[in-house]
């Protein structure tokens, strides 16, 4: 039971480039996330997936694109990387997103630098 | 929308004593719930601690408990028996249970230090 995976771990773009982050959860989980955390910040929310065909904005979702392929992966794209976007991305799961103890469980994050 | 506000960017304290880390919160939700993650130097978010706002009695996990006052619209974490361990950032987050976007909303975090 791996939880939720990222890949890459580590990540260089120059401006301009596209990539996209993977990401999988194995909990048999229905909601997934996508936030980014700047140097001394909190957690921002991109985008999340409700469920399976679900998507929808989060507080910062310019310049970013998902794709809920499956119940087990979410993905997120940068179609043209800016240093802006220099930040460390983090998956998240839960069992739903409505309701109360529905704990986020995390992946381990990826660094992704945009030169 | 929801917004929560941890004023400590920093605490020190020593090992075996106990330390509360604050956290404010503002909501117009009636339901909702407050967490608690940590983020060691090595950067994974570790859940801690959760409180649903109809909970009567405060949440406890282990050394980790959390001091709910609603009507003060507080949740701080307290940490009994510091260990070197706990340095961390230390995050606060909460959840509306039916209403808008129910995805966590973070704090700015806590960098505890615990000295030997």
């Known amino acids: 039971n791996a939880g939720v995976t990222q890949t890459p771990k580590f990540q260089v773009l120059k401006t301009g480039q596209s990539m996209t982050l993977q990401c999988a959860q194995d909990m048999n989980h229905n909601s997934m996330y996508w936030y980014r955390q700047d140097p001394g910040m909190g957690l921002r929310l991109i985008y999340y997936?409700?469920?399976?065909?679900?998507?929808d904005k989060g507080e910062v979702p310019n310049g970013y694109n998902v794709s809920r392929l499956n119940k087990r992966e979410f993905s997120l794209r940068l179609e043209s990387a800016a240093p802006s976007q220099t930040s460390v991305y983090f998956c998240?799961?839960?069992?739903?997103?409505?309701?109360?103890?529905?704990?986020?469980?995390f992946g381990p994050g990826t660094r992704l630098t945009v030169l | 929308a929801q917004k929560i506000t941890q004023t400590q960017p920093g605490m020190f304290v020593q090992e075996k004593e106990a330390v509360t880390l604050d956290c404010t919160y503002d909501?117009?939700?009636?339901?909702?719930?407050l967490f608690w993650y940590k983020q060691p130097s090595s950067g994974e978010m570790i859940f801690l601690i959760y409180q649903g706002s109809y909970d009567q009695q405060n949440a406890t996990e282990g050394r980790y408990s959390l001091n709910f006052q609603k009507a003060r619209k507080s949740a701080n974490l307290v940490i009994s028996a510091s260990q070197l361990g706990d340095s961390a950032m230390y995050f606060c987050a909460m959840r509306p249970f039916y209403t808008g976007r129910r995805a966590l909303t973070f704090g700015s975090g806590t960098r505890l230090q615990v000295q030997p």
């Open positions: 909501t117009s939700d009636p339901s909702y719930g």
């Open positions: 998240a799961s839960s069992a739903a997103t409505s309701g109360g103890d529905n704990e986020q469980f």
């Open positions: 997936s409700a469920s399976e065909g679900t998507t």
